[in-house]
Each structure stands twice: as structure tokens, then as C-alpha cells.
């Protein structure tokens, strides 16, 4: 029995194995013929879909169109006897008069709304105007004082420039229409539309543009007139401006004899000893040294042909050969050499020619000739 149930197994065996292609084809037909099934019944439900929504969306189209076509009647009926009156309209007619109704009411909103937000921005533009209004007020009051301040700088550089010999701006845009201050606050326009206080601004724009020119070149001159001056001796000789004249230059009674000789320079006193005496230019020692006569003095050398002596002096602040600046500290007043107390005589020469130092001063107003005795003399 085992023996013919294993020749049954292998006969089935070689059975399959002869036929296995055509089971592998069998097969694959299957796959085919159920993907080509089910692509079908894809198809007809895609279609039956689309069918049944065109019908649905006839139906609503039907459905509207027959209830814009429906018909309604509107009956007034007043309170006496009158005749009543018949309004017949269509649900489409109704549904554009509610439309228009509603887009009536909306734009009432809307403008309302607008109406609101627009008039508080005119009335912040109107706060605005306002106070742009109270500051132009305020600037032409500014305009009056600095236009009035301008024609008293114009005068005076004008009175400078003449001094100087310098041609004054001349310019008769700038000058006022009128002597009366108030004509400065007239609010009238010019031809070409512009306020006349821009007009006046402008003008003062224009002069103080011309000024420009004639004031660097009254700078130049006064730095060179300035360079000139430390160069001549022509300031007070004593430091701080202190002190005052106690004899004068030229004929005057000797304080030892009595008698008239010709002094050759000016005594300056205050008092004391001790006080800094200063170069009256700039220039370069030449002399440090001691005199019978003047005692301690000093020479000094400046441009322009000019020597300067300081006399008398307590002790010395530089040495010779030195450059001194005008102003700088040279020494002390004391009372050395032929003196009758503490001052400081002082000369200047031109070449060899003595002359009168105080021509060539800047001296204070309280500075004056005083009786003899007061300070000391040589």
C-alpha cells in the first residue's frame, strides 16, 4: 500500500512539474481579468456620480427659477373708502429690492462711520492750525526785535567799516520801508505771494551774505595792524595797568636840585616796591645791567628802529640776549641808582632820537599828571 500511494504522489508530482507554466499563465490571466473587473465598476460609479449631480443641480436651478417666476400680490388697503391698490410683484423683484434696501442701510453705516472718523482729524488739523498759527504770531514778534537789532549792526558795522576805510555793504533791499516798528507786524502778502516777513528774511539773508567778505578782510586787517602793535611799545608798562605817572618827559624841575633840566623819559610809581614790570613790545634784551643813574635797567630791542629802557628796577626777571614777547614779566619795580623812591622810569627810543614814551601809551583814563612828590623821581 505504501508503495503505490508514494507512485501516486510522484506521478502527481510530475504532473505539476510538467504543467507549471501553463498554471504561472493560468494565474497571471486571473490577475487581469479582475484588475480590467474592478477598473469598470470604477468607471460606472464615477459616472453614476456625475449623473446624479447634473440631475441635482437642475433640480436647484428648476427650483429657483420657478420661485423667482412665483408671483406675489401687495394689497393697500386704506382706512376710508378709496379704491384699493394692487402691487403685483415676483420673488426676484423682492430679492433685488431687499438687495438695494440692504446696500442703502450699509452705506449709511459706512458713511456715518466715515463722517466721524474724518471730522476728528479736522479737528486735530484744526488744533494744529492753531498753534502753527500762535507760533507764526510769535515769530514775527521775534522778527521785529531782530530786524530791528540788525539795523543797529548794519549802523555800527558800517561806522567800523568806515573807520577802517573798508566800503560799507550797500544794499536798499535791506532797508525799511517804513521808520514805525508796528508796520513790521502787517500780515499783507508781497506781488509774488510770499508773507513780508519772509521777504524781510530774505533781505537780511542777502546783507549779512554781503557782510561776509568785508568783515574777513576787516579781520585781516586787524591781525596785521595787530602784529604791528606787539612790534611798537604801546602798552602800560607795568603789569595790570597799576600805577600812574609821577613825572612827565621833557623840561621839569630836577627832584635833587631843584632846578629845570630835560627829562628824557616818564616815571611811573605806585607806591611800592616790587610790582612786575612788563616789555612794552615784542623783542630781545640787549642790556641787563647796573647805572649809577638808573640803577638796575634793562634795554630792550624791538623792529622798526625802537629801544625801550626800564630803569630803577629791584632785580632782573630775564638776561640779555633773550626774546620777550609783549607783556612778559621783565623785572621789578624798586627804588636802585639816583631815585627818591620806588618807581620805574621808562624810555623809549627811536634810532637815536629820544621820545615822548607817553604818545605811544594806553593809558587809563585816571592816569594823569600829579603834583610833584607823589612816587618817586629820577
Known amino acids: 500500500m505504501q508503495t503505490i500511494k508514494r507512485q501516486k504522489f510522484w506521478a502527481v508530482f510530475k504532473f505539476l512539474e510538467k504543467n507549471a507554466d501553463s498554471y504561472k499563465g493560468f494565474c497571471g490571466m486571473m490577475k487581469i481579468h479582475d484588475y480590467k473587473r474592478m477598473e469598470n ?20 436651478f428648476t427650483c429657483l427659477f420657478n420661485a423667482l417666476k412665483r408671483r406675489y400680490t401687495i394689497v393697500f388697503v386704506p382706512h376710508s373708502e378709496r379704491k384699493v391698490y394692487n402691487l403685483h410683484v415676483t420673488f426676484a423683484s423682492l430679492c433685488v429690492a431687499v438687495v438695494i434696501l440692504g446696500g442703502i442701510v450699509a452705506s449709511f453705516f459706512w458713511y456715518t462711520a466715515s463722517y466721524r472718523v474724518q471730522r476728528d482729524v479736522y479737528s486735530k488739523k484744526d488744533a494744529q492750525l492753531k498753534n502753527t498759527q500762535a507760533s ?29 576805510g573798508i566800503d560799507p555793504i550797500r544794499d536798499s533791499e535791506t532797508q525799511a520801508s517804513s ?51 606787539s612790534e611798537v611799545p604801546n602798552i602800560w608798562p607795568i603789569k595790570g595797568g597799576i600805577g600812574h605817572i609821577s613825572m612827565f618827559f ?45 640803577g638796575n635797567y634793562i634795554i630792550i630791542r624791538h623792529k622798526h628802529g625802537f629801544y625801550t629802557r626800564y630803569g ?61 612828590g607823589n612816587g618817586g623821581k629820577s
Not at 465598476?41 to 436647484?60: D, M, Q, R, T, Y
Not at 515769530?139 to 567799516?161: C, I, T, Y
Open 136 to 164: 507764526l504770531d510769535q515769530l514775527r514778534d521775534e522778527m521785529a526785535s531782530l530786524w530791528k537789532e540788525a539795523r543797529n549792526f548794519q549802523q555800527a558795522l558800517s561806522g567800523v567799516f568806515n573807520t577802517l
Open 179 to 229: 521808520g514805525d516798528l508796528s508796520s513790521f507786524f502787517d500780515t499783507h502778502e508781497t506781488a509774488d505771494g510770499r508773507l513780508r516777513e519772509t521777504n524781510e528774511i530774505k533781505n537780511l539773508a542777502n546783507y549779512l551774505s554781503q557782510a561776509v567778505e568785508p568783515i574777513k578782510e576787516m579781520g585781516t586787517l586787524l591781525d596785521s595792524q595787530s602784529a604791528i602793535l
Open 41 to 60: 465598476n470604477f468607471v460606472k460609479k464615477v459616472k453614476s456620480l456625475f449623473i446624479s449631480s447634473g440631475h441635482a443641480v437642475a433640480w436647484f
Open 250 to 294: 621833557g623840561e621839569n624841575p630836577n627832584p635833587f636840585t631843584g632846578q629845570l633840566y630835560v627829562h628824557k623819559g616818564i616815571d611811573l610809581s605806585t607806591y611800592r616796591q616790587g610790582d612786575p614790570v612788563v616789555a612794552t613790545a615784542d623783542g630781545q634784551v640787549v642790556t641787563v645791567d647796573v647805572d649809577p643813574g638808573f
Open 312 to 372: 630803577h628796577l629791584m632785580k632782573f626777571a630775564v638776561r640779555a640776549g633773550q626774546r620777550v614777547q609783549q607783556g612778559e614779566t621783565i623785572g621789578y619795580i624798586g627804588n636802585t641808582g639816583q631815585s627818591t623812591g620806588p618807581h620805574l622810569h621808562y624810555e623809549v627810543h627811536i634810532g637815536s632820537d629820544v621820545v615822548d614814551p607817553y604818545k605811544f601809551l594806553n593809558i587809563r583814563s585816571t592816569a594823569g599828571r600829579v603834583n610833584l
